[in-house]
């Protein structure tokens, strides 16, 4: 499996960005996308994630109301779309797959990796 994740900039508070994870390789065996983040000195954080069969979506505390996840099935591809972008959201930017629906928000429980992407928020 492979994931690529792109979309990341430079942008002001109260703008919007949209993120996107490419997947090759991914199976059924694998059906939850993830997108974390992690700013520096923090721990990754869950941001949203996404059941790939039906678009079932949850999304952490700090997002939720301005981010939105999706898939196109026909381009093998997630998208996180940021609305409303704060300071606070500068980090970067992972997508994942995993097993587990249910520790959907556990970052240990994902298997494969994206490289990031740097997502700055200026003030």
């Known amino acids: 499996v492979q994931l690529q994740a792109s979309g990341g900039g430079l942008v002001q508070a109260g703008d919007s960005l949209t993120l996107t994870c490419a997947v090759s390789?991914?199976?059924?065996?694998?059906?939850?996308m993830g997108w974390f983040r992690q700013a520096p000195g923090k721990k990754r954080e869950f941001v949203a994630g996404?059941?790939?069969?039906?678009?079932?979506?949850r999304y952490g505390n700090s997002v939720e109301g301005r981010f939105t996840v999706s898939i196109d099935n026909a381009k093998n591809t997630v998208y996180l779309q940021m609305n409303s972008l704060k300071p606070e959201d500068t980090a970067v930017y992972y997508c994942?797959?995993?097993?587990?629906?249910?520790?959907?928000?556990?970052?240990?429980?994902?298997?494969?990796w994206g490289q990031g992407t740097q997502v700055t928020v200026s003030s």
């Open positions: 994942a797959t995993s097993r587990n629906w249910r520790m959907v928000r556990f970052d240990s429980k994902y298997d494969y």
């Open positions: 390789g991914r199976t059924s065996s694998s059906p939850v």
């Open positions: 996404i059941y790939w069969s039906d678009g079932d979506a």
